[in-house]
């Protein structure tokens, strides 16, 4: 049975700050992608404890890489010449 909702502009502007605070609150992990001769080929950065965040664990170790945590500093100190992925 569907409900019919009835909502104020300012209820509806409360959902949306919201939103956009949770959306702004996401927090990251950040990776530096090593391989085995200790050459850094790239970071990423991936919400902290999604299901992304095991998926790039596992994905990097398949391909016989390290991922390293580093801090977001580092992270953003990469030129952007630099290989970045976001998930």
């Not at 509806?12 to 702004?24: F, G, K, P, W």
């Not at 609150?25 to 095991?54: A, L, M």
């Not at 790039?56 to 010449?81: A, Q, R």
């Amino acid at each position: 049975m569907k409900k019919i909702i009835r909502l104020t502009e300012s209820d509806l502007a409360r959902i949306v700050e919201r939103v956009i605070e949770e959306r702004d609150n996401t927090v990251y992990n950040y990776f530096k992608i090593v391989g085995e001769d200790g050459e850094v080929y790239g970071v990423g950065g991936v919400e902290k404890g999604s299901k992304n965040e095991v998926y790039f664990i596992d994905e990097i170790f398949n391909l016989g890489f390290t991922p390293v945590k580093i801090s977001k500093e580092e992270y953003e100190s990469y030129d952007e010449g630099d290989e970045i992925r976001n998930f």
